[in-house]
């Protein structure tokens, strides 16, 4: 419930889920959705995002505790994510949309891609393994294993690994993620989409192995490419991978 001056029940304010990640300089003719991974906000792939077509309108998910959420306690349920998708992205006028989402990220873009319906045009997922395919993060359970994934996953920031009270913040938000995680990958084995399927990832991810990726094929009837990248969890940020990923995107805003 939202009180009159714009609070949640929770006292925190009203922040939306879905904020514009840039604005279009003119009439939107296709929109981008972004899942970023465990522990991160959207803002994070925005390297990815800022060189696409100027007609093409950019939400990024911003969940709980981080980025302009940075105040709230975090942790969400799936059934939230999609209440989300539902209110803040269907109720905005119909485009032709297109969902990119890295490891949580993944999990999050392929259930909102159902939800989407004929909205959604293609999927684009990255560093996630498909089905039952075991995860290295579900089996994180203590503060130790949080801290020891932020370290050997990379993407975090050395001044947050030696900052103890921000460390401690980002391993709450992380663990919270695992948690929405686990949840997302019950009865993945039974998600199918209709739509093209575009997977990437790293041949020397520590977190997620590559071989199973083939494996998202049997996740939709559309067609399914799968691009291996030399590089770790974060392969995508790469500068020398980061113009194929740019160009995967494009193609996928144009297909349908």
Known sequence: MTGADGSTATGFPRVPWWPLLRETAT???????????????PNTLFPLVGPLPDHVEVLGLSLPGRE???????????????DSVADEVLGRDPLPTVVFGHSL???????????????????VVSGQVPG????????????EDAVRLLRDG????????????????VTRVLRADIELSREAAVGFEDVRLDVPLHVLGGTADPLIPHEPLDGWADHTTGACQVLRFDGDHFFLLADAHRPTVVDVLRRALTEG
């Not at 009439?27 to 906000?41: E, K, M, T, Y």
């Not at 990220?105 to 999927?123: D, I, S, V, Y």
């Not at 039952?132 to 503060?143: C, F, I, M, S």
């Open 105 to 123: 990220g993944a999990l999050l873009a392929t259930r909102a891609a159902r939800l989407l319906g004929p909205h959604c045009r293609a999927a």
């Open 132 to 143: 039952r395919t075991p995860r290295r993060a579900h089996g994180t359970t203590t503060e």
């Open 27 to 41: 009439a939107p003719r296709a929109r981008l959705l972004v899942f970023p991974h465990s522990g991160s906000g």
């Open 68 to 82: 302009r959420r940075f105040g709230e306690p975090p942790g969400c349920r799936l059934d939230q994510v999609l």
């Open 154 to 169: 990379g993407g975090t920031p050395q001044w947050v690994l030696h900052d103890p009270e921000m460390l401690a913040h």
